[in-house]
Every structure is written in structure tokens, then in C-alpha cells.
């Protein structure tokens, strides 16, 4: 059953429940189990070990999505719209409601979510002050989105890309490309998972023996992305890092971040570097605002959708199994995109 879970991309219980033809499982979910059945020529037994189902204990039919510590703005966050948007999907789609609130800077919480309007929560951002914590302890059902900035401070489950993996995925490419001095960003420090993405690199640049170096101002993302007069100067500091270091230059860079890929296009060529040229980048996130950069980046799918679908899952078993293991994490498998996996707009549209 691990075997068929990893291959099918979905949870054991997932697996289990296909297994016992429970209905709170999604087609597509369903499908993907199947096939991989079918592919390891797995049979379950006719009379399966274990407890018998439990009765559902949804009793509102509704699931929060809380945003703590931050404003949501989804308009210039993608990757966290996106994961929304699956939410709202995969949740209608199990016969689910979804309620959308924040924690404000105050400690607030929504008063649909303090009143228990909600089986469970989808929460997102920072861990919020022990007071907040506290009124949230009525849900044992809660699920985290997307990476942690630190490990401490979190509680119950939590699904994000596999941001070691994407570390790794990125070296391997550029090393398959032929390039033996690569660099990568380090984002943000204090970001967990982009910490965890700047490990994989170097990790699998070690394993491959190629020169590499790391480069980062120190800075987190908040601080470096506030809008600047002087038209991006304040990432001069990460070029200056990429050209003073030892020997000659990398060939191959690594940006962990797309809107972080576009300011820095920019940058490059005011200090005569050509993106595709004198050095290949590869990115991460694979939006759509990629399309304006010519050369497009080879970029990194960390599959928003997916960690969007995969947490509505967790939740809702999360809230018919209260008493299981805390601190699941389920990580989502990246995707290399090419850079020429979209050039042809005609050929992406088919």
C-alpha cells in the first residue's frame, strides 16, 4: 500500500479509503489509485486487517483557510492564489464549504472561526502569538500550507513542495547542461523552505563535484521586495557576489524564486551579463509572468494546485481521524518545465 500511495502521488489513507470504497475520495484520487494498482499488480486482500470504518464526524461541512500574521495578498502572491484556488475546488468537489479569514495584526480571529463554524482549518503564514493558539486549540483538524519559515512555532499536519528535492532538481540541470561552476540564491534566510531549497543545491553540487557557491545579501524577501526608485539597485549586492567570486563565473545560476528571476534580469544586463548567453538560469514557481522574459528560463514547477488539493485531503481525513499521529507533513513532488515547453503558444494550447 506505501508502494501504490508514492506512485499514485497521494496518501496512504487516501489508498485505504479507495481500498474500503469509501465515497470521500475524489475521481481523480480514485483513478490515480487504481492505475497504480494495476501497475504493481497489487490485490488487496479479500478481508482487510484493522478497525472498521469510523462514522464521518463532520458536523458543519465547512473548512477555513485562515492567513496568519500576514496580509493575504494573493494578487502578488501566485503561488498562494493558485493554492487557494485548488482548495475551493477540491473542497466543493467533496461537498465542502470553504470560509477565508485572517488573523489581524491585533490577534483577532475571524468569528466564524472562534464560534467553531468550521470542522478544520487550513492555516497559512506565519505561527501566530500563544493567545491566538489558544483559541484555536478547539480544532484538532489542521492542516498547514505551503512551506514554514521556521520549524518551531507550528503544530498539526502540514503539506508544502518538497523544497530539498527542488534544490537538487535545479543542480541536476545545470549540471546535465554541462555547466562546472553553478551558484544559487539564497532567497531568505530565515525562510525555511527556501533554506531547505538552497540545501538540495548544494548538496547535489557536492555530489557532482562541481564548483558552486551560494549568494545571499542576508536580507528577507519582504525587506528586499519593497518597491524601489532607483529601478532594482537594491539586488546589486547578489550580481556583485556572482562576479567577485573566485575564478571565473559561473555559467549556470539558480534563482529559487521567479519574481525574484525578473528583477534580476534586469540587473544582469545593466552590468553587461546576458541571461541565456553568459550565463543560464533556472527558475522556480513556473508563472505565467515568465513569458515576458526573453530568454525564458527553464523554471520549476512547485505545484501549487496540487498542495492546495493534497491539504483539502489531509483535512478532511485529519477531521475523521482525530485521534491519529500529529505532525503529518506530506511533501509534493516538483516538475522541471523547460524553457521550450511553452514558446509555442499554439503548442501549449493543444
Not at 539564497?186 to 547535489?204: I, L, V
Amino acid at each position: 500500500m506505501v508502494e501504490v500511495a508514492k506512485l499514485a502521488g497521494v496518501s496512504h489513507a487516501t489508498v485505504s479509503r479507495v481500498i474500503n470504497g469509501r465515497s470521500d475520495v475524489s475521481p481523480a484520487s480514485v483513478q490515480r489509485v487504481r492505475e497504480a494498482m494495476q501497475r504493481l499488480r497489487y490485490v488487496p486482500p479479500a478481508r482487510r486487517r484493522g478497525p472498521k470504518p469510523k462514522a464521518s464526524k463532520v458536523r458543519t461541512g465547512n473548512i477555513g483557510v485562515l492567513f496568519v500574521s500576514e496580509t493575504p495578498t494573493l494578487a502578488t502572491s501566485p503561488i498562494t492564489a493558485f493554492a487557494l484556488h485548488a482548495i475551493e475546488q477540491e473542497a466543493a468537489a467533496r461537498g465542502f464549504g470553504v470560509m477565508i479569514g485572517q488573523v489581524t495584526a491585533a490577534g483577532s480571529l475571524p468569528q466564524s472561526m472562534v464560534a467553531g463554524h468550521v470542522d478544520g482549518l487550513l492555516m497559512h503564514g506565519l505561527p501566530p502569538s500563544q493567545d491566538v493558539q489558544k483559541k484555536l486549540s478547539r480544532y484538532s483538524a489542521c492542516v498547514w500550507l505551503l512551506s514554514q519559515r521556521r520549524q518551531r512555532g507550528y503544530w498539526g499536519d502540514r503539506v508544502s513542495p518538497d523544497n530539498h528535492k527542488i534544490g537538487g532538481l535545479a543542480c541536476g540541470y545545470l549540471v546535465e547542461r554541462g555547466h562546472q561552476r553553478i551558484a544559487a540564491i539564497d532567497c531568505d534566510p530565515s525562510h525555511f523552505g527556501f533554506a531547505a531549497r538552497t540545501q538540495g543545491f548544494e548538496e547535489a553540487a557536492r555530489e557532482a563535484g562541481v564548483v558552486f557557491k551560494t549568494l545571499t545579501d542576508g536580507r528577507p524577501m519582504l525587506e528586499r521586495d519593497q518597491p524601489s526608485a532607483n529601478g532594482g539597485t537594491q539586488y546589486n549586492a547578489l550580481v556583485d557576489q556572482l562576479l567577485e567570486a573566485p575564478g571565473p563565473m559561473p555559467t549556470g545560476l539558480f534563482i529559487p524564486r521567479d519574481a525574484l528571476t525578473i528583477q534580476l534580469y534586469r540587473v544582469l544586463r545593466r552590468r553587461g551579463i546576458e541571461p541565456g548567453r553568459n550565463i543560464e538560469i533556472i527558475s522556480c514557481d513556473n508563472l505565467p509572468a515568465l513569458d515576458a522574459l526573453d530568454p525564458r528560463p527553464t523554471t520549476i514547477d512547485v505545484r501549487p494546485d496540487e498542495v492546495g488539493r493534497r491539504a483539502v485531503e489531509q483535512l478532511i481525513w485529519r477531521i475523521n481521524q482525530p485521534d491519529a499521529p500529529l505532525n503529518v507533513t506530506s511533501l509534493v513532488e516538483p516538475r522541471l518545465v523547460p524553457a521550450d515547453a511553452v514558446d509555442d503558444p499554439l503548442k501549449a494550447a493543444s
